[in-house]
């Protein structure tokens, strides 16, 4: 059964600072998928990373994919106010396409 | 390009009431989803639809949760009849195909008392 574990849970950081939010599954899979929520909003799409090393970023974000570790990363570069949100990975069971999310972290950049 | 839409958006009953959903999807998209997200936890999938058909209810509760998509495009979730863990938000998202990106739609927060 696929198993998705996301850390840290929660984050609180300074603006201007860099961290990395790590997300690892437990089976093989061909996508993986980062998300973003605002309080009471829907999910927003960030990423889509179909292949081993695969790399992507926008603005002040990057993910990458190891599939042979199984893991994610999402890595925020001097991090601003407006990127305090819950981020969600999610991945796809090969085949049926299920996605199973992860546990999402928590960030708050802090001014 | 129109995005995915539910309704209603907010629904407070008392428990063992009956509450109904719907979901229109993107146009074109084959796959639907139905997603539970409790407050602090991510989405878990209820049920996965491929056109009209199921793909993956294994994690539906039947006895009280049931969803049909007639004719491959709609979908309605409903739950009868509905407990206090019930509460929480129902997001609907669609697909081009499986394999696609997903699209989500706004949500109903269902509040049961």
């Known amino acids: 059964e696929l198993k998705v574990e996301q850390n840290p849970l929660f984050l609180s950081m300074q603006e201007g600072k860099n961290y990395t939010i790590y997300c690892n599954y437990s089976?093989?899979?061909?996508?993986l998928y980062w998300y973003r929520q605002d309080p009471g909003k829907s999910l927003e799409s960030l990423f889509v990373l179909l292949s081993n090393g695969a790399v992507k970023q926008e603005g002040r974000l990057m993910a990458s994919l190891d599939t042979k570790a199984r893991l994610s990363t999402l890595h925020i570069t001097a991090a601003v106010h407006d990127l305090s949100a819950t981020y969600f990975c999610?991945?796809?069971?090969?085949?049926?396409?299920?996605?199973?999310f992860g546990t999402g972290t928590r960030l708050k950049v802090l001014a | 390009e129109a995005g995915v839409a539910q309704s209603p958006r907010y629904k407070i009953i008392e428990k063992r009431q009956s509450v109904a959903f719907w979901c229109n999807p993107i146009?074109?998209?084959?796959?639907l989803y139905w997603y539970q997200q409790i407050l602090g936890q991510g989405p878990k999938l209820l049920i996965q639809?491929?056109?009209?058909?199921?793909?993956?209810d294994s994690q539906l509760p039947k006895d009280r949760f049931s969803a049909e998509r007639l004719k491959g495009v709609d979908s309605t979730l409903k739950i009868q009849p509905a407990k206090l863990e019930d509460s929480a938000v129902y997001l609907c998202?669609?697909?081009?195909?499986?394999?696609?990106?997903?699209?989500f739609g706004p949500g109903t927060r269902l509040t049961v008392t």
């Open positions: 146009s074109g998209h084959a796959t």
């Open positions: 998202a669609s697909s081009f195909q499986g394999r696609n990106e997903q699209y």
């Open positions: 089976t093989t899979s061909d996508r």
């Open positions: 639809f491929q056109n009209n058909g199921v793909v993956d």
């Open positions: 999610a991945v796809a069971n090969s085949g049926t396409y299920k996605y199973i």
